[in-house]
């Protein structure tokens, strides 16, 4: 079981970016709940948004709320996470997880991704 997580990079303050994440392997997410977690330099990794199996339902860090959104595509097995209007605190290596307990970062999940690096600044 993979997660590939993709579409990091630079973008200065107010921009956009969107992270995908391709689950591979044996079995199909369709049926686990999924999320995106953030470290930032020199801290601990943080909760930033999760999703229901079948997208019914979300949950978002509050710094995070009405700028990004999670979503996700079970025919190709790919989680998504739009950002908008970028902060610098939002500089973090991005990673996706499947089998998440909770949608709202609460628990461990199963599967982790490799990450990808934000980078927001001027």
Same mark, same amino acid.
Request: positive net charge; glycine residues 12%; aromatic residues 10%.
């Given at each position: 079981?993979? /997660? *590939? @997580? &993709?579409?990091?990079? !630079?973008? *200065?303050?107010?921009? #956009? !970016? $969107? /992270? #995908?994440?391709? %689950? #591979?392997? $044996? $079995? +199909?997410?369709?049926? &686990? ?5 953030? *470290?930032?330099?020199?801290? %601990?990794?943080?909760?930033? %948004? ?6 019914? $339902?979300? *949950? ?8 990004? +959104? ?7 097995? +790919?989680?998504?996470? =739009?950002?908008?209007? !970028?902060?610098?605190?939002? +500089? @973090?290596?991005?990673?996706?997880? %499947? ?6 970062? /609460? ?6 991704? =490799? ?5 927001? #600044?001027?």
């Amino acid at each position: 079981v993979q /997660l *590939q @997580a &993709s579409g990091g990079g !630079l973008v *200065q303050p107010g921009g #956009s !970016l $969107r /992270l #995908s994440c391709v %689950a #591979s392997g $044996r $079995r +199909t997410f369709s049926m &686990s709940h999924m999320g995106w977690f953030r *470290q930032p330099p020199g801290k %601990a990794r943080e909760f930033v %948004a999760g999703i229901t199996w079948n997208a019914g $339902r979300t *949950q978002y860090h509050d710094s995070v709320k009405g700028r990004f +959104t999670i979503s996700r595509d079970n025919t190709n097995d +790919t989680l998504y996470l =739009q950002m908008n209007n !970028l902060k610098p605190e939002d +500089t @973090a290596i991005y990673y996706c997880a %499947a089998d998440l307990p909770r949608i709202d970062g /609460l628990g461990h999940p199963k599967y982790w991704g =490799q990450g990808t690096l934000v980078t927001v #600044s001027s």
